[in-house]
């Protein structure tokens, strides 16, 4: 069904902006990225691969209770004990490798720190971190959105899932088609994306599920 003719119709900019409208009137602000500094955020979002935000919390809470949330005690820290202490995330000895070449790589292009990141144009700087071994194209746009607070939206399959049961999109849309579809329609908003990309995060949660339970759905009809 996409196609560049469809892909920025009007239709399509009015169906976007209604679903947004709908959600956010239904669950208001979502307060996302949980996290206390951007630091936290970005290794959140690597932890947060292929588990629940429960298990995350549970790994970052033992991070913090060793006081080894910080690209220095990452960096200085045995990757033994550190892929002990993020154990609930599960694949935990690979998040510990993957964490330590995140930390690395801040060392190397940004003094080991989130802020200098924010001096990067957001496609170069998702650029550099596609090329960081386990991060790919949801995780870097999660650290750039949530943790660098630059306008770029991320998609995942709760994302899609919506899109797709709504005629947006069809099965065969990749990662930067759908991104697209955002990003050629809605004006590039920091606050806006942030609050979109949670809201289908919380009305598939509740309704717009693996079987899709549409009664008294915000987006319903």
Known sequence: MTNKQNLYSNNTKKKLILIYERLFRRFGPQ?????????????????TQNTNWQNVERAINNLKSARALSAAAIRKIPEEELAGLIRPSGYFRQKAGRLKIFVDFLYKHYRGGIAAMKKDDPAWLRKKLLSVKGIGPETADSIILYAVEKPVFVVDAYTKRVLLRHGLIDQKAGYNEIQELFHGNLQANEEMYNEYHALFVRVCKEFCRKKAHCEGCPLEG
């Open 31 to 47: 307060h996302w990225w949980p996290g206390n500094t951007p630091f936290e955020v970005a290794i959140g979002a690597i932890l």
